[in-house]
């Protein structure tokens, strides 16, 4: 897997640090919420950074090829490329969703079931919006469902 493919499924943030709970702290308390917003906001940025990069790149390696098969693959390059950032985008929406159940006090529970998704969970996919369990009922259901 590609490193920027491993950037799409986590955070990846540099210098990041799990949260540590103080004994008898309540659960989404203002600085877990906190650590969660700075999370997000930080994979945010490195996102927006990506569409950055992309454009540039696009701009600067855009040729006309003479040989069709030279066009064609720079043509394939920018496909993928752009799926990829579409595929950000996607998730930028995501994360700006997440941002505002932050500031509504409704993130950290589970949206089929209502009980805490888990600080963990939420550090290793802070989108996430069900439990581990109804997670992985959803993927046994989708995977029946596709056969």
């Known amino acids: 897997m590609s490193t920027q493919a491993k950037q799409q499924l986590s955070p ?20 877990m919420r906190k650590h969660f917003t700075k999370i997000l906001l930080n994979w945010k940025q490195e996102l927006m950074h990506e569409v950055d990069r992309t454009v540039d790149h696009m701009k600067d390696e855009a040729a006309n090829f003479p040989d069709p098969a030279d ?18 985008r996607k998730l930028i929406k995501k994360i700006d969703k997440t941002l505002q159940l932050i500031e509504d006090e409704e993130y950290g529970w589970c949206d089929s079931c ?23 009922l959803a993927e046994i259901k989708e995977k029946q469902v596709g056969k």
């Not at 990846?12 to 600085?31: A, I």
């Not at 043509?75 to 950032?85: C, G, I, S, V």
């Open 114 to 136: 209502g009980i805490e998704i888990g600080i963990r969970r939420l550090e290793a996919r802070p989108t996430a919006d069900l439990c581990i369990d109804c997670k992985t």
């Open 71 to 88: 066009r064609a693959s720079q043509e394939e390059e920018f496909n993928l490329e752009l799926r990829a950032r579409d595929r950000e």
């Open 12 to 31: 990846g943030l540099s210098g990041f640090t799990p949260y540590v709970e103080t004994k008898g702290e309540e659960y989404m308390s203002e600085p």
